[in-house]
């Protein structure tokens, strides 16, 4: 059994990778009480097990493979690294310093102590911290080492072994401590406090899970009949009282009149209007008259744009500040319907500050949509196709800046794969944030390379 398999992975070795990858996610999916074993961890185990028939498989794939995740990452995060550069950072900087220095150093110990190889500590490092990327980074660091070719080899299997092996135990402590030692330490009830700073994230409000939406939209529109109380008084005067809520159509019995700021209203004209739910519900009926069913004759047509925030005057603005600055008209009938960073939503709260790279879906009708648009930066092309040539671009430039280094200990020293492909992936992410008409990497697609 075990040489007819060997033959087929010897013909296919391949067919061991898509097997793996396939039984790793099954073995990752099982449930042992409370804990997971996760998709990497099990793909691991079956790699592992599945490698002592012996297949071989090309370290090009291995290369590429890791070539497209840790270019994946840097693209995904790169609008927001670059804006996030600067004196708030310097905490992180300093957390991020002091722990890399005692991770590497403990590593660096345990493999003087035990007499690890440069193979055995790498994956022990990969596991302990589990940072996948580290098994691309040290594979590339053993191929440049002046050892046997068996040497290397031997090396470099030993990465994902113990990798695989320290990973569960990595992964259970961090979680272990922050669930129950961190909670008692700093006094507090992880569970409530979790959703307490869940609301404040989400400006109030929990977190939607997969397959639910808010039914009580954000932005709605209405039709009322103007009553005795507003007869008379002009549509931009209305609007002043209105705060935020728009006049958009205007029916005088079966005659449409353009709406401009001059128009007076007259009693019984059906008024199209639109705005965000609370302020109509509040305000539009005292000001303007009933709410109207018939609709009969409007045709009010309202489109959603999303919109990446380039506009550096917006940047590290909050939203409060950003209407008192913007010309009421300019942004007139463009609303607000959601703010994302990162493909994770933001609340839409006063105090919530815009950045670079951020996506602002914007509601209303064409013109003021487009109006808005203007003033926040540029619309997102349709993003179901990958910019090959972009794409293309950035891992050719990722894999020149990874061969640059300095001879250093009788080996190159330098930022390798993984520190190029990250590097390019940081520029050129934050190059498409920046002018978004080019270099289209739909979110799914930048996710499967980073997964597979």
């Known amino acids: 059994m075990v040489a007819s398999l060997h033959g087929f992975f010897a013909v296919a ?48 794939v291995k290369t590429m493979a890791f070539a497209l995740f840790i270019y994946a990452l840097g693209y995904m995060i790169g609008p927001q690294f670059v804006n996030s550069l600067g004196k708030a950072t310097l905490k992180q900087v300093h957390l991020t310093i002091v722990s890399t220095i005692v991770v590497v150093v403990t590593v660096w110990g345990m493999a003087v102590g035990f007499h690890l190889d440069k193979g055995t500590a790498a994956g022990i490092l990969a596991g302990g911290a589990t940072e996948s990327a580290v098994i691309g980074t040290a594979s590339d660091a053993l191929a440049s080492q002046p050892m046997p070719k068996e040497d290397i080899e031997r090396m470099t299997a030993n990465i994902g072994v113990s990798y695989a092996l320290t990973y569960l135990f990595g992964t259970f402590s961090v979680i272990f401590f922050a669930s129950s030692i961190a909670p008692k330490l700093l006094g507090i009830k992880l569970a409530q406090a979790s959703e307490d700073y869940e609301r404040v994230l989400g400006g109030g409000k929990s977190q939607l899970a997969a397959g639910q939406f808010e039914a009580l939209r954000r932005i709605v529109a209405r039709v009322h009949e103007v009553g005795v109380v507003a007869t008379g008084r002009t549509v931009l005067d209305l609007e002043r009282e209105l705060n935020g809520v728009v006049i958009e159509e205007v029916l005088r019995g079966t005659q449409m009149i353009a709406v401009e700021p001059s128009l007076k209203l007259q ?20 000001i303007l008259g009933p709410e109207c069913s018939d609709g009969a004759g409007m045709e009010l047509i309202a489109e959603m744009r999303d919109v990446v925030v380039t506009n550096r005057q917006l940047a590290g603005q909050t939203i409060v500040q950003i209407l008192a600055t913007i010309d009421p008209r300019e942004r007139r009938g463009g609303f607000l319907g959601s703010l994302t960073r990162l493909n994770q939503p933001l609340p839409i709260a006063p105090e919530t500050r815009l950045a670079i790279g951020d996506v602002a879906r914007i509601v209303g009708r064409h013109d003021d949509v487009e109006r808005a648009s203007k003033l926040i930066g540029y619309p997102t092309p349709p993003a179901d196709k990958t910019d090959f040539l972009y794409f293309g671009l950035g891992l050719f430039c990722g894999f020149a800046v990874g061969t640059l280094g300095v001879p250093f200990g009788g080996a190159l020293l330098g930022l390798g794969t993984g520190g190029g492909c990250l590097i390019a992936g940081l520029v050129f992410g934050w190059l498409r944030a920046r002018r978004p008409t080019f270099g289209q990497l739909p979110e799914a697609a930048a996710l499967y390379l980073k997964d597979f």
């Open 13 to 60: 070795p391949l067919a061991g990778v898509a097997l793996a990858l396939a039984l790793g996610y099954l073995l990752g999916k099982l449930r042992i009480g409370t804990f997971v074993l996760g998709p990497v961890a099990g793909t691991l185990l079956v790699a592992i097990a599945l490698g002592q028939i012996g297949i071989k498989v090309s370290g090009d």
């Open 267 to 286: 009693i019984g004209d059906r008024v199209a209007i639109a705005g965000r739910r609370e302020l109509v519900i509040s305000h539009v009926e005292h």
